[in-house]
């Protein structure tokens, strides 16, 4: 009986332990300075790389979006297992859903109604 609950503690703690750390993976890499690459609209794609434009997460929770020579300012969070960000309503109202994610591409959509608003961003 004391070898189950052992056990059962131990893969718990365990469990919890590696949810953890997934999250805090996932914010390690979204986390950083990212180019904007390009934005789509309802199909339309806009390529953003003529000017400078960026957009950089800071482990705390703020994020920084330069686009089109305006600086905006705001707060993300991941949600752990559904891969989705939750932005402040100051620049993007809504939740994201990330479509990829690596350590070198970011692309993610924002649906607002019936507008959907994809974002490339690259390292």
Known sequence: MKRALLTLVFLLGFSILSFSQEKNNLDELIS????????????????????????VFHKNGVYQLLLDQKEELGTWDFTEGQDEIKFDAKTFDGISKIKKLSNKEFLFSIAEGDLVCTLSLRK
Do not use: S
């Not at 180019?35 to 953003?48: A, N, Q």
């Open 32 to 55: 950083g300075r990212w180019r904007v690459e390009y934005m789509e609209i309802d199909g339309e794609k806009i390529d953003l790389t003529q000017e400078e434009n960026w957009m």
